[in-house]
């Protein structure tokens, strides 16, 4: 993979990174990266600054300090869909669907940005919107929309669709532009246990098979430590932990960080 | 130089009584009233009925029209619109009132009579009382206004400082949820709210109907003038538009000092100082990027209004048989109608050219440009320039001044893209406005409301050739909307519509998207401007006016803004019908079909798809009903 550089540079890397609000500091000189093929968690109480951070890293907001790097490249001062088309892609804690399209159109839609990115253009002049897809698109779309079970959804509108739906279909769109780096905010909120369980099992064939990197920001703390090679806790806006689950878990100041949360003691202990 | 400045102020004052009235509904309940010169005009009209034409003593016609007809109509219009509207989409909040605009006027006439070209009085007695204080000249209606202005506002700032309610309506500017929750009855606050403001409305049209004339024209001119403070007071700020508003009045009238009163350049330049105000501040807003949409409260807020927004609860791809019968009846037309009819229906087609426009840029980009006809007008005057003047032949002139017009609507696509809805919609407005001032009305076109002579090809002279061949190019380029539709440019059109953090980080970028879909319908309208020339024989300037634009979108979406044989019945509806009704019923009734087609403009605030998407739709329902019926095991899953 890495056979120009000699050393792995990271997928995406935060450096330094400050952003603020007015005179709210929502991001502190954060540092954080996501070497290739791995799985790297972000957790911190409510206000942390962890949506705030993948908004620098996905290019939707200009960091007030600080840089951001893809594959050891310069990207801060690139836009959101130069990054995307670098490899990166992304889902919402919010979901940005588009409700004029229906599921399967998103994940077309996102294929098709991706593989053949000239039809937006040729498609007006070669009666495009006439003819069948071609049978690598739809074998793809079918295939993505399946493993995230979404195929009984698949020719509904979007608007109407549960939450936990919302979320599958969001990264069943972010999957398909075929992403070296892919940033989750709160994937699992809104599914059930069962759900959770299938969407951990497929993100994780995914990393296996595709070598994609993930950051995964969750509140579900068990679900990241259970995924996560490294993970990273953030405290409002500071950076306040970092290693292995094992060693996170055992850090006090992470422990007490959720303390002063209100509702996380019981999910760290356990 | 005096005299200039407290005739300016006196206009001023008019425009900042209707900036307050449209400040004051937007913040409180979020809906931009594009009626509001509808409104002046109606409680205008109903002053001069009692007044002149029934001979009311003056004080007691001013208060009931004022006082009490126009506040009653403020109650009712929210009763029955305004209140469906907070929840909605920007674009069907602008429609809807965008269509009680079209529909208003005609009602108002039809009930109480048309006027033509009459004097009207102000709040003065008759004999006007004239004072001349420090040498200048100060009427006793300028004194009134003056008088009505200072009233308004401290009474206003009253309202809103020191009561209860001005305590409320404050808190609803912030958010509705949080109002509602706290057990303030949002619906009793915004009832003050509109009846206060359709008295400022009728209060300004009764004002400014002895200069301006008492006609729908102007009164819609002192929204649009009012627009300029409003935009400039970014939608909310009270005090700067009333302070712009007062500058814009002073300004209008210093400037004619300087300039001959009979030259065109003043004919031109005298209406145009409210929009050149109006594009220094956007410019302004758009620079500092301060012009997106107002914030919508808070989450909660947010989240109400994203579930109420009029998101499509079924995508369009609708079959080919319904559009394909539409057009074969609209080809039989020709073949079966006599020659005024088909010359008609030759205009119709013509305009569903036009509105195919709308249809793309607002149908399927979402964005609410008002100025669609502009282009048209455009292309309608290129084209016949290049024919009569250069001899070229029309229907080549007509394609060239179409590609000729695209980069002008790829500029004003470019300025207006980081621009909120609301924006955008004053944006087009107002260059429509000015297109029409400053170069619609230049003698070389305007040639004394004539326009330029445009010829039809000699191989398509008489009405049915020309309608067909209308209706042969209205075809080739539905198909082609319809072949970006479905297609990946459709796809992405789609996307940057409804979500553009979720468009740009899938590597979609905004602007090539948005410059797509304005290069295109820029192009289609300036066609079908082109082919109005053609079917009037003649680019006249005046069938180009922007609040015609507005019947347009009001006609378009009451048929329904998605679907392309939408615009073909639009158009021909809005060509045919007025004459069915004139020939067939009493002339008074001619103006019916407008009504109608405000109505039905209005009615989207209720069902946000338009009557040819809703039929369809029950149609579509009724038979997978039946066929539910008949095998219930296949038709459970599949709601395609
Ligand atoms: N656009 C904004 N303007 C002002 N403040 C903001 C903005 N976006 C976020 N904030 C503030 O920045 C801080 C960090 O917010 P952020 O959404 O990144 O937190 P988070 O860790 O994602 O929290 P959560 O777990 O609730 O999603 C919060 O205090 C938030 O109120
Ligand atoms: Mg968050």
Redesign the pocket.
């Known amino acids: 993979m890495s056979a120009t550089s000699g050393t792995t540079s990271p997928r995406i890397e935060a450096r330094g990174v400050t952003v603020r ?2 005179g ?1 500091v ?1 991001l502190d000189q954060v540092d954080l990266s996501v070497p290739p093929a791995s799985v790297v968690g972000l957790v ?10 993948f908004a620098v890293l996905s290019g939707l907001l200009a960091p007030s300090k600080g840089t951001v790097l893809m594959d050891g490249q310069d990207v801060t001062g690139a836009s959101a869909q130069a990054r995307a088309r670098r490899g990166l892609a992304r889902t919402f ?1 919010h979901p940005e669907l588009f409700p004029g399209l229906t599921v399967r159109e998103h994940v077309v839609l996102a294929y098709r940005l991706r593989h053949t990115r000239h039809r937006i253009w040729t498609d007006l002049v070669t009666a495009g919107g006439f003819r069948r897809a071609p049978v690598d698109e739809d074998r793809r779309t079918d295939a993505l929309l399946a493993a995230l079970r979404l195929t009984a959804h698949a020719h509904r509108p979007v608007s109407g669709l549960p939450l936990g739906t919302s979320r599958l279909l969001e990264i069943a769109r972010a999957l398909a532009v075929d992403p070296g780096v892919l940033l989750l905010d ?1 994937p699992s909120s809104g599914l059930d246990a069962r759900e959770t369980d299938e969407l951990a099992t497929t993100l994780t064939g995914v990393v296996a098979d595709h070598g994609v990197s993930l950051l995964l ?1 969750e ?1 579900d703390v068990e679900l990241v430590l259970g995924m996560s090679d490294v993970v990273h806790v ?1 405290d409002f ?1 500071v950076k306040i932990s970092e290693g292995s689950p094992a060693e996170v878990r055992a850090d006090p100041a992470v422990r007490a960080a959720y303390l002063g949360a209100d509702h996380g003691e019981e999910r760290t202990s356990a | 130089m005096l005299s200039y400045v407290v005739a300016g102020l006196a206009l001023g004052a008019i425009y900042a009584i209707a900036a307050a009235s449209l400040v004051v509904t937007h913040v409180s309940s979020g809906v931009f009233n594009f009626a509001f010169g509808a409104m002046a005009f109606a409680v205008a009209r109903f002053y001069y009925f009692l007044y002149v034409e029934h001979g009311w003593p003056l004080p007691l016609a001013a208060v009931v029209a004022i006082g009490l007809f126009g506040p009653g109509l403020g109650v009712l219009l929210y009763a029955v619109l305004f209140r469906h509207l907070r929840l909605r989409s920007p674009l069907v909040r602008i429609v809807a009132t965008i269509g009680l605009s079209v529909a208003l006027p005609p009602l108002v006439n039809l009930v109480l009579g048309q006027l033509v070209n009459v004097t009207a009085p102000g709040l003065a007695p008759q004999p006007v009382a004239v004072f001349r204080p420090f040498g200048t000249v100060v009427d006793m209606n300028q004194l009134i206004i003056y008088a009505a202005l200072s009233v308004v506002l401290v009474v206003g700032t009253g309202l809103l400082r020191y009561t209860d309610t001005g305590l409320k309506v404050r808190a609803l500017v912030d958010s509705e949820a949080l109002t509602a929750m706290s057990g303030v009855s949002p619906t009793r606050v915004s009832l003050g709210v509109w009846a206060f403001s359709a008295l400022l409305a009728g209060l300004a049209g009764v004002l400014v109907a002895p200069t301006a004339g008492l006609s729908v024209d102007g009164m819609t001119f002192l929204m649009a003038a009012a627009f300029a403070a409003v935009v400039a007071a970014r939608l909310r700020n009270l005090p700067t538009a009333v302070a712009v508003a007062l500058a814009m009045g002073v300004v209008t009238s210093v400037i004619q000092r300087y300039l001959d009163a009979d030259s065109a350049l003043s004919a031109q330049i005298v209406p145009s100082v409210p929009f050149l105000f109006m594009l220094v501040f956007l410019i302004a807003h758009a620079l500092r990027g301060r012009a997106g949409d107002a914030p919508a409260g808070g989450a909660l807020d947010r989240a109400i209004r994203a579930e109420a927004a009029g998101a499509p609860t079924a995508t369009n791809r609708s079959g080919f048989v319904a559009p394909l019968v539409t057009l074969g009846v609209v080809a039989c037309l020709p073949l079966v109608l006599d020659d005024f009819w088909t010359g008609l229906t030759g205009t119709g087609i013509a305009l569903a050219t036009a509105l195919l426009s709308c249809t793309l840029v607002t149908g399927e980009g979402g964005m609410i440009w008002l100025c669609q006809i502009t282009f048209a007008g455009f292309g309608a005057l290129l084209a016949a320039d290049l024919t009569a003047n250069s001899g070229w032949p029309p229907l080549a002139a007509v394609l060239v001044s179409a590609l000729c017009v695209v980069p002008v609507g790829v500029a004003l696509g470019l300025l207006t893209i980081r621009l909120g809805n609301l924006y955008v919609a004053l944006v087009t407005l107002t260059f429509g406005l000015l297109a029409q001032n400053l170069v619609f009305l230049r003698d070389r076109f305007y040639n004394s409301g004539q326009g330029i002579y445009m010829p039809r090809p000699e191989w398509a002279l008489d009405n049915r050739t020309f309608a067909l061949l209308a209706l042969a190019v209205f075809a080739v380029l539905g198909l082609f909307v319809v072949n970006l539709r479905r297609s990946t440019a459709g796809l992405a059109v789609t996307a940057v519509r409804w979500s553009e953090a979720g468009s740009r980080t899938l590597g979609l970028g905004i602007v090539p998207v948005k410059v797509l879909v304005s290069a295109v319908a820029t192009f289609v309208a300036a066609v079908g401007g082109g082919f109005l020339a053609l079917a009037y024989q003649s680019a006249l300037p005046d069938s180009f006016n922007p609040f015609t634009g507005l019947v347009w979108l009001a006609v378009l979406v009451t048929v329904g803004a998605r679907p392309v044989v939408g615009a073909l019945v639009a158009g021909v509806a809005f060509a045919v019908l007025p004459s069915v009704f004139q020939t067939y019923l009493p002339t008074r009734w001619a103006e019916v079909p407008v009504i109608l087609f405000g109505f039905g403009a209005v009615m989207l605030a209720r069902n946000p798809e338009g009557i040819i998407a809703m039929h369809a739709r029950q149609l579509r329902d009724l038979s997978r009903w039946r066929q539910s019926r008949r095998e219930p095991a296949i038709a459970q899953g599949d709601l395609a």
């Open positions: 609000f007015g709210l929502a911190g109480p409510n206000g942390a600054g962890k949506s705030t951070l804690q709160e920001v509140h953030l806006g």
